[in-house]
């Protein structure tokens, strides 16, 4: 079982993956600003309890952390103490996030941080050359026990290899674009990541195909609900 916990909503985007965001096509079926942040009404969703006294959240359960955001958003910032404070109480839990704002990880993390809390999954988002470059030479320094790459939404040709080591890489994860506007991903592009990591010994989750996918020269629309099953049926996951 799994937990998803989004403890503020809205977000700015700040790079080519960002075009397209999910969260902003889920705004906009609502009339929401997806610009404008706020906490939501389950920000303490980790410390509420049951009538018999036991968390509500059991101990052991994988926490998806902050999925309609970004959890260094620097429009956070007031909040997050308190959010890492829950997280250092609810060391039972485990805790997962996303971010394409690691250059602001020296400026987030708390004064206990350390290597990193034993608790805290740190994934950072590459969707294209350009910004592997960029982020993944900040994210092999930054002092995290658990680090993974997801490649998504794959815009070009990723190449990781100057990143690929198990010794601080868990796991890369790759999937193509959603939505009604999704840009192309290209096939040849994932199987390259995949063999990268085979090569390095390093994990591979093909997670989804995306909307529109590109396999031996031909496009091909692949409905929401199907991209999912389709990349599974690729068989390309790989666990060392």
Sequence with gaps: ???TWNPWHGCQKISAGCQNCY???MDEKYDRDSHQVS???CFNLLLKKKRDGSFKIPPGEMVYTCFTSDFFLDAADAWRPEVWAMMRERSDLNFL???KRIHRFAACIPEDWGDGYPNVHICCTVENQAMTDYRLPLFKEAPIR???IV???LLGPIDLTPWLDPSWVCQVTVGG???LNARVCHY????SLHRQCVDARVAFHFQQTGARLVKDHKLYRIKRRDQHSQARKAGLNYTP
Excluded: A, H, Q
Aim: proline share 4%; hydrophobic share 30%.
């Design 151 to 153: 490649c998504s939404p």
């Design 146 to 148: 658990y680090k993974s």
């Design 1 to 3: 079982m799994s937990i």
């Design 97 to 99: 996030f996303i971010t």
């Design 188 to 191: 040849d592009w994932i199987l």
């Design 23 to 25: 969260v902003y096509r």
């Design 177 to 179: 674009e959603s939505g």
């Design 39 to 41: 906490k939501n009404s």
